[in-house]
């Protein structure tokens, strides 16, 4: 819907917004996700202690090829200690585009150096000094 309204938002989900509002890109629609609430969408994983959680990631949008994204946006401490979630969520990707034959693609996202680049891999790391495993998001 627009225009999109929320209370609080990070600074990377505020660029991100601004990346997918962007009328040259191809997304044809975007839903910001809740915090908690089973409304929302959730994908399980176990934390550092093993403890099973949602991971509500923070966007879901939809590109005009029929792709669907499924993104969650960190920065600094929060992109290094994403790892459970960001392996959970990518091995949900793989899981439904395997079983379902789906067109989901997402992962942990960052912006550095006036790119906006994510990371989709099954064995997550970060290191801000080294991105070369992680993909540029061009929509």
Known sequence: MKP??????????KDFIKLLENPKN??????KNGESDKKYFAVKYADDKGVERGFYVD???MLDNGQIGIFDTKSGITA?????????????????????????FGGIII???GSCRYNDNEKYNY???????????KL
């Open 26 to 31: 191809s997304v044809k629609w975007w839903f």
């Open 80 to 104: 290094k200690i994403a790892k459970e979630k960001a392996e959970a969520l990518a091995k949900y990707i793989k899981t439904q585009n395997q079983k379902y034959n789906k067109k989901l």
């Open 127 to 137: 290191d801000e000094n080294n991105l070369s495993d992680w993909r540029f998001l």
């Open 59 to 61: 966007f879901i949008f």
């Open 4 to 13: 999109y309204f929320a209370s609080t938002e990070s600074v990377p989900e």
């Open 111 to 113: 912006f550095k150096d």
